[in-house]
């Protein structure tokens, strides 16, 4: 079984119910886990990883990066939410667990940003060969039943947000939506006839 893994897919995938999920069943086989998140989550909680599936929540470890991290001698599985907010640094951190010691490192978080671009700690994930999960979820335009690979960010008055910081946290002003209306609302493509 491969030691480092990458669990991804668009918000609302339900990627931190499966972490939380696959922690419980762990624990529950007697297999010790810790749950890291990024401290710049704070979404639901400082200290806990919660589902927007209501009830589904555990304790985690909030870390500003990696750079000291280190599984305790017993811990079997590290399981991090929301991975691309740490830095490619704290991938390489994660590489070294994964491949000096037995532990099994389950990341799971976004691919791209909702400007298309890379999170630099997914492009590190890809570049040292993560085994890759791709989460699978329907665009959120109505009637849409298309596979979500994008999201569209929105400012306060419906505008889409072309531009600036790739971490924004919370999800009330996204939507997962798939490649064709990403490109027909961001990039105003509309469907050519000959």
């Known amino acids: 079984m491969a030691n480092l893994h990458f669990h991804y897919g668009t918000m609302g995938s339900s990627k931190s119910a499966q972490l ?61 939410d929301e991975i691309q907010f740490f830095a490619p640094s704290d991938i390489d951190r994660l590489v070294r667990i994964a491949d000096t010691t037995p532990v099994i490192v389950m990341c799971y978080g976004l691919m791209v940003d909702s ?12 570049e040292v060969g993560a085994k890759l999960h791709r989460m699978e979820s329907t665009c959120q335009m109505p009637g849409c039943m298309r596979l979500a690979t994008h999201h569209l960010r929105f400012d306060a008055s419906g505008a889409v947000i072309r ?21 027909a609302i961001y990039h105003k493509w509309h469907a050519h006839t000959k």
């Open 20 to 80: 939380l999920i696959n922690a419980y069943n762990q624990n529950k086989n007697g297999n010790k886990t810790e749950i890291l998140k990024p401290q710049t989550d704070t979404r639901f909680s400082t200290d806990h990883v919660d589902s927007r599936i209501g009830g589904l929540s555990a304790p985690a470890t909030a870390l500003a990066n990696l750079n000291q991290y280190w599984p305790a001698t017993d811990t079997k599985m590290i399981l991090i």
């Open 163 to 183: 531009d600036g910081d790739q971490i924004c946290v919370g999800d009330t002003a996204f939507k997962s939506v798939c490649r064709q209306h990403f490109n």
């Open 115 to 126: 400007n298309e671009q890379m999170f630099p700690a997914s492009r590190r994930l890809i």
